[in-house]
């Protein structure tokens, strides 16, 4: 099946500092999307990127659409102690369809 | 709104036994999904469905039923637990549009013993 790299699988960072993380795929997505998973819940999404190029921001975060269609990164600006988390790539061959692919994670820890 | 609620939250097995993972949503969402998230492996999934009476089969499947008799309820069945299904379970549900964002449960934390 498909499969999605995510790197790195973890971040020890200072409070204050910019973060970035990437997926990459050997296969044509059409959807990228950035979730993030706090302890003992389910992922929530963070951004959404439906086309190829596309750079979107949401706050502190920004990620953008690999013009190769397969392979998206994630940055965070000026990191807070709540940023911590894990961090989830996950792909859509098929838009609107249930079929998602996810990344392995990124596990961030922040030191105040 | 309750969103996507997940019972029991945690729960502990013998192999062979079986139980059902409950799942329900109160958004009138057409698309509902299970999940299992291991370690280092991310979530994968194991069965969605695009509507009531319609289901389908994800990446890991085996050792898993599913039934979608109404919009609200997406429960997912384990005949005869195995140690490898100790895992943590997420439903997620979306309208299906084709923007549209699936929304996780808090997630049911199973071990098979």
């Known amino acids: 099946g498909q499969q999605l790299n995510q790197s790195p699988q973890s971040m020890f960072i200072q409070e204050g500092e910019d973060v970035s993380m990437n997926c990459t795929s050997s296969?044509?997505?059409?959807?990228w999307l950035w979730y993030k998973q706090d302890p003992g819940e389910g992922p929530v999404l963070l951004i959404a990127l439906y086309k190829a190029g596309e750079l979107t921001s949401n706050g502190r975060l920004t990620a953008q659409f690999g013009i190769t269609r397969k392979d998206s990164f994630l940055n965070i600006s000026a990191s807070i102690p709540s940023d911590v988390g894990i961090y989830f790539c996950?792909?859509?061959?098929?838009?609107?369809?249930?079929?998602?692919?996810f990344g392995q994670g990124t596990r961030l820890t922040i030191n105040p | 709104n309750a969103g996507v609620t997940q019972t029991p939250k945690f729960q502990v097995l013998k192999t062979g036994q079986s139980m059902t993972l409950q799942c329900a949503q109160d958004?009138?969402?057409?698309?509902m999904s299970w999940y299992r998230q291991d370690p280092g492996m991310g979530l994968r999934l194991i069965h969605y469905?695009?509507?009531?009476?319609?289901?389908d089969q994800g990446e890991v499947p085996n050792g898993y039923n599913v039934s979608r008799s109404t919009t609200e309820d997406f429960p997912l069945r384990l005949l005869s637990a195995a140690p490898s299904q100790t895992s943590v379970y997420f439903c997620?549900?979306?309208?299906?549009?084709?923007?549209?964002?699936?929304?996780f449960g808090p997630g049911t934390r199973l071990l098979v013993l």
């Open positions: 296969s044509i997505f059409n959807t």
């Open positions: 958004m009138n969402h057409e698309y």
């Open positions: 997620a549900s979306s309208y299906g549009s084709r923007r549209e964002t699936q929304y």
């Open positions: 469905s695009v509507g009531a009476g319609i289901t």
């Open positions: 996950a792909g859509q061959i098929v838009q609107g369809a249930q079929k998602l692919v």
